[in-house]
C-alpha cells in the first residue's frame, strides 16, 4: 500500500508536446510538494500546495501548472515540453509545513526527445 | 543560498569503517534533516534535528547540529554495502531545501 504513489514511473516525449505526471498520498497529510532532480542530482522545489492552496510557486516556467483537486492529489501538467525539462520528478507529502519530515514518490523520469 | 549544502561530494569507504558527511546552510532554520537515495529510487527520512537540539541518534546514525557555525554532520557507524546510497541534508524553513547530495560507495 504505497504512501505516495506517482504516476507514470517514466515518460518519454517528444519535444513541444503537453504531458501530465500524477501524484496521490493515502497518509493524510495536509501539505504536498513537487521537486525536480537535475542530472547533477540537485533536488529543486517547484510548488508547494497546503490544504488545496499554492503555497510556494518557485522560479518555474509558465508551462509548469500544478493542479490539486483535492488534498490527496497534486498533479503536475507540463506544456510545450522542451529538451531542458528532462529530469527526474519527484512528489512528497508531510503532515504539515515546517516541523515534519517529508515521504517521497519514486519518482517520474521524464526524457524529452 | 537557503539550501543545505554538502561535503564531500562522494566518498568511498570499506565495510565496517565510518562515514562522516557534512552540511552547512546560510539562514535561520527551524530544523535540518537528512534522507537517504538509493539509485533509482525516491528520497527516504532517516532523521529530523531541531533548531533547539544539539544531538540525535537513530541506530547507526548520529547527527549533529551546530547552528552557531550553521553545519550538520551525520555519522554512520560500522558501515554496510547496504549503505551504498547517496545521502541529502535538507534545511527547513518552513519548506525544505536540499542540496546535491553526498554519494557514499562501501566496498564489501
Known amino acids: 500500500d504505497t504512501a505516495v504513489s506517482q504516476t507514470p514511473k517514466y515518460l518519454v516525449t517528444q519535444m513541444g508536446n503537453d504531458k501530465s505526471i500524477k501524484c496521490e498520498q493515502n497518509?493524510?497529510?495536509?501539505?504536498m510538494y513537487w521537486y525536480k532532480q537535475d542530472s547533477k542530482k540537485f533536488l529543486k522545489i517547484m510548488f508547494s500546495?497546503?490544504?488545496?492552496?499554492?503555497?510556494i510557486n518557485e522560479t518555474v516556467p509558465n508551462r509548469f501548472s500544478p493542479k490539486s483537486p483535492d488534498k490527496a492529489h497534486l498533479n503536475l501538467h507540463i506544456n510545450s515540453l522542451e529538451l531542458g525539462d528532462s529530469a527526474v520528478y519527484f512528489c512528497?507529502?508531510?503532515?504539515?509545513?515546517?516541523?515534519?519530515?517529508?515521504?517521497f514518490g519514486s519518482g517520474t523520469r521524464l526524457t524529452v526527445v | 543560498s537557503q539550501q543545505g549544502e554538502e561535503d564531500p561530494q562522494a566518498l568511498s569507504i570499506q565495510e565496517g569503517e565510518n562515514a562522516t558527511m557534512n552540511c552547512s546552510y546560510k539562514t535561520s532554520i527551524n530544523n535540518l534533516q537528512w534522507y537517504r537515495q538509493n539509485s533509482g529510487r525516491g528520497l527516504v527520512h532517516l532523521i529530523l534535528?531541531?533548531?533547539?537540539?544539539r544531538e540525535k541518534h537513530s541506530g547507526r546514525l548520529r547527527v549533529t547540529l551546530d547552528t552557531s557555525k550553521k553545519s550538520s554532520s551525520l555519522l554512520i557507524t560500522a558501515s554496510r554495502a547496504a549503505d551504498t546510497a547517496s545521502y541529502f541534508c535538507?534545511?527547513?524553513?518552513?519548506?525544505?531545501?536540499f542540496g546535491a547530495g553526498t554519494r557514499l560507495t562501501v566496498k564489501p
Open positions: 535538507a534545511v527547513n524553513n518552513n519548506d525544505m531545501r
Open positions: 500546495y497546503n490544504n488545496k492552496e499554492l503555497i
Open positions: 497518509l493524510g497529510h495536509d501539505t
Open positions: 534535528i531541531r533548531s533547539n537540539e
Open positions: 512528497a507529502s508531510s503532515r504539515a509545513r515546517g516541523e515534519y519530515g517529508y515521504t
